[in-house]
């Protein structure tokens, strides 16, 4: 996950974190989303290989500025 919160729990109104690049990994799901990226900024993700849950998406975003390639595995 990533995502910076407010005082109150909740995410910031602003993109804090940025430059982000999560690259070469393997997942297997157990949650309800295996990543979530919100309130970021230039965030990719790069040569995923996840085992995605039955019934539920592998990724989840909220306010954030995403791009995926190079993703494989049993994606739905």
């Known amino acids: 996950m990533i995502e910076l919160f407010s005082g109150d729990d909740g995410p910031a109104a602003a993109r804090a974190h940025e430059r982000i690049v999560l690259r070469d990994n393997d997942i297997q799901q157990t949650a309800r989303s295996a990543v979530f990226v919100g309130g970021a900024s ?3 993700i ?3 290989r996840v085992q995605e ?3 539920v998406s592998w990724l989840a975003t909220r306010g954030a500025d995403l791009r995926v390639t190079g993703i494989s595995g049993d994606i739905r």
């Open 42 to 44: 230039d965030v990719v």
């Open 46 to 48: 790069d040569d995923l």
């Open 53 to 55: 849950r039955a019934g």
